[in-house]
C-alpha cells in the first residue's frame, strides 16, 4: 500500500510540475530525400524571416522526427534537413516544414501543419486558398483577377490576425505573390512589425522602379562555358525585338513545369525576332546543364554564380521563381512581367502578328 501510495504522489508531482508551455513536434519526411541517420534541425524565426536560429536537433528515424521543448510565446518555426535530390546531398540544410511553434501537440506535415489553434488556422488558410483557385478556374478568372482575390483574402486573414504570429506568417507566406503597391499596404496591416519586415518593405518599395513601362536594367552572368554575355548585348543584338529576361532553376517544381511551355513558344516565334535570357539561380553547375540538356533549350542561358544573392536578381528584386521581364527592344522598356503559358504565347502572337 505504501508503495502504491508513493507512486501516486510521484506521479501528480510529475504532472504538477509540467511546464504549461511544454509543447511536442512530431513529423515524416513524405519526400523520400531525408533518409534514416540524418539530422533534423527545429530552428526559430526570430527577427525577420532570414534571421533562422536552430534551438535543437534529433536524428531522422524510420523517416520520422520528434522534438519536445517549452516555448514562452508562439513563434514561426521550421524543421531544416541536409536533403538529398537523388544521390547528391545538400551541403546546406534546407526547409522541411514550416509552421507556427507554440504550446502543445504539433503535427509538421507538407503544405500544411495541425494540431494547435495557430497551426490549425494554416491549415484552413491553405483550404481556402485552394477552394478560391478552385473557383477561379471555373468561372475562368483571369491571372490579374486571381490575384486580386488572393490579396483580398490575404489582407482578411491578416487584419483579422494582427495580433498573433498567424497574421505574420499569412505576410511571410504570400511576400512575393503581390507587386509591389500591394506587398506595400500588406505589410502595413502589421504596424508592429514593420522592423520585422524592413528588408520586404525596401525590396517592394524599390520594385516599384521596376515595373511596366521603366527602362530594363543591364546585368551580365557567365555561360556554362564561362563566357560573359550581358543582357543589354542581346538586347541589342540585330534582329531581336522582344527579350524575355527570365529567372529560373532546376531545383524550382513551377520552373521545370513550365519549361516545355517555353520552349514550345520559343520555337515559334523565335525566327519572328523573340529571344529569351535565362539566368539560372542554380549553385549547383551540374543540375543546371541537366536542366538545360534535358529540355534541349537553345535560348541565351546564363548562371548567376551566388544564386539568389548574385546581381542579377538583386538587381531585379527577384523574391520568388519562375519569374520574368518582356522587353521591348526598340525601346528598352518592360513591357510585360511574369507572362507564362498561353499568357506568354498570347502575347507574343499580339506584339509579332
Same mark, same amino acid.
Given at each position: 500500500?505504501?508503495?502504491?501510495?508513493?507512486?501516486?504522489v510521484c506521479?501528480?508531482?510529475?504532472?504538477?510540475c509540467?511546464d504549461?508551455?511544454?509543447?511536442v513536434?512530431?513529423?515524416?519526411? &513524405?519526400?523520400?530525400?531525408?533518409?534514416?541517420?540524418?539530422?533534423?534541425?527545429?530552428?526559430?524565426?526570430?527577427?525577420?524571416?532570414?534571421?533562422?536560429?536552430? $534551438?535543437?536537433?534529433?536524428?531522422?528515424?524510420?523517416?520520422? /522526427?520528434? /522534438?519536445?521543448?517549452?516555448?514562452?510565446?508562439?513563434?514561426?518555426a521550421?524543421?531544416?534537413?541536409?536533403?538529398?535530390?537523388?544521390?547528391?546531398?545538400?551541403?546546406?540544410?534546407?526547409?522541411?516544414?514550416? /509552421?507556427?511553434?507554440?504550446?502543445? !501537440?504539433?503535427?509538421?506535415?507538407?503544405?500544411?501543419?495541425?494540431?494547435?489553434?495557430?497551426?490549425?488556422?494554416?491549415?484552413?488558410?491553405?483550404?481556402? $486558398?485552394?477552394?478560391?483557385?478552385?473557383?477561379?478556374?471555373?468561372?475562368?478568372?483571369?491571372?490579374?483577377? $486571381?490575384?486580386?482575390?488572393?490579396?483580398?483574402?490575404?489582407?482578411?486573414?491578416?487584419?483579422?490576425?494582427?495580433?498573433?504570429?498567424?497574421?505574420?506568417? *499569412?505576410? !511571410?507566406y504570400?511576400?512575393?505573390?503581390?507587386?509591389?503597391?500591394?506587398?506595400?499596404?500588406?505589410?502595413?496591416?502589421?504596424?508592429?512589425?514593420?522592423?520585422?519586415?524592413?528588408?520586404?518593405?525596401?525590396?517592394?518599395?524599390?520594385?516599384?522602379?521596376?515595373?511596366v513601362g &521603366?527602362?530594363?536594367?543591364?546585368?551580365?552572368?557567365?555561360?556554362?562555358?564561362?563566357?560573359?554575355?550581358?543582357?543589354?548585348?542581346? *538586347?541589342?543584338?540585330?534582329?531581336n525585338?522582344?527579350?524575355?529576361?527570365?529567372?529560373?532553376?532546376? #531545383?524550382?517544381?513551377?520552373?521545370?513545369?513550365?519549361?516545355?511551355?517555353?520552349?514550345?513558344?520559343?520555337?515559334?516565334?523565335?525566327?519572328?525576332?523573340?529571344?529569351?535570357?535565362? &539566368?539560372?539561380?542554380?549553385?549547383?553547375?551540374?543540375?543546371?546543364?541537366?536542366?538545360?540538356?534535358?529540355?534541349?533549350?537553345? #535560348? *541565351?542561358?546564363?548562371?548567376?554564380?551566388?544564386?539568389?544573392?548574385?546581381?542579377?536578381?538583386?538587381?531585379? $528584386?527577384? &523574391?520568388?521563381?519562375?519569374?520574368?521581364?518582356?522587353?521591348?527592344?526598340?525601346?528598352?522598356?518592360?513591357?510585360?512581367?511574369?507572362?507564362?503559358?498561353?499568357?506568354?504565347?498570347?502575347?507574343?502572337?499580339?506584339?509579332?502578328?
Amino acid at each position: 500500500m505504501k508503495k502504491i501510495l508513493l507512486l501516486a504522489v510521484c506521479f501528480f508531482a510529475i504532472v504538477g510540475c509540467a511546464d504549461p508551455n511544454s509543447y511536442v513536434i512530431s513529423g515524416k519526411d &513524405t519526400t523520400g530525400r531525408c533518409p534514416d541517420g540524418e539530422w533534423a534541425y527545429l530552428c526559430l524565426q526570430k527577427n525577420s524571416p532570414s534571421d533562422f536560429h536552430i $534551438i535543437d536537433s534529433v536524428k531522422i528515424e524510420n523517416n520520422s /522526427f520528434r /522534438f519536445e521543448g517549452v516555448v514562452e510565446q508562439p513563434t514561426i518555426a521550421h524543421i531544416m534537413t541536409r536533403a538529398y535530390r537523388d544521390s547528391m546531398r545538400f551541403e546546406k540544410p534546407i526547409v522541411l516544414h514550416t /509552421f507556427i511553434l507554440e504550446k502543445g !501537440d504539433i503535427k509538421t506535415a507538407t503544405p500544411t501543419p495541425s494540431g494547435t489553434p495557430l497551426n490549425n488556422k494554416i491549415a484552413m488558410f491553405g483550404q481556402d $486558398i485552394e477552394k478560391m483557385l478552385m473557383l477561379a478556374e471555373a468561372e475562368n478568372l483571369s491571372e490579374e483577377e $486571381i490575384i486580386n482575390r488572393a490579396f483580398s483574402m490575404t489582407c482578411s486573414y491578416i487584419r483579422n490576425n494582427a495580433d498573433n504570429e498567424f497574421g505574420v506568417y *499569412v505576410a !511571410d507566406y504570400m511576400s512575393g505573390e503581390f507587386d509591389p503597391a500591394k506587398e506595400l499596404e500588406m505589410y502595413a496591416l502589421l504596424p508592429t512589425k514593420q522592423e520585422y519586415f524592413a528588408k520586404q518593405i525596401e525590396q517592394a518599395r524599390k520594385a516599384s522602379s521596376i515595373q511596366v513601362g &521603366t527602362q530594363y536594367i543591364d546585368v551580365a552572368e557567365t555561360t556554362v562555358d564561362g563566357k560573359e554575355i550581358s543582357l543589354r548585348s542581346v *538586347v541589342e543584338r540585330k534582329g531581336n525585338k522582344y527579350v524575355l529576361l527570365e529567372f529560373w532553376a532546376s #531545383w524550382c517544381g513551377p520552373c521545370m513545369s513550365e519549361m516545355p511551355n517555353l520552349k514550345a513558344t520559343y520555337d515559334k516565334y523565335h525566327n519572328r525576332g523573340f529571344e529569351i535570357y535565362a &539566368t539560372s539561380l542554380d549553385e549547383d553547375k551540374v543540375s543546371w546543364q541537366a536542366a538545360m540538356n534535358k529540355f534541349g533549350v537553345k #535560348w *541565351v542561358n546564363v548562371i548567376s554564380s551566388q544564386g539568389a544573392d548574385s546581381s542579377a536578381p538583386q538587381k531585379y $528584386i527577384i &523574391t520568388s521563381i519562375p519569374s520574368n521581364f518582356l522587353i521591348d527592344c526598340s525601346t528598352g522598356k518592360i513591357i510585360a512581367k511574369n507572362l507564362r503559358g498561353e499568357a506568354l504565347d498570347e502575347k507574343l502572337k499580339e506584339l509579332l502578328q
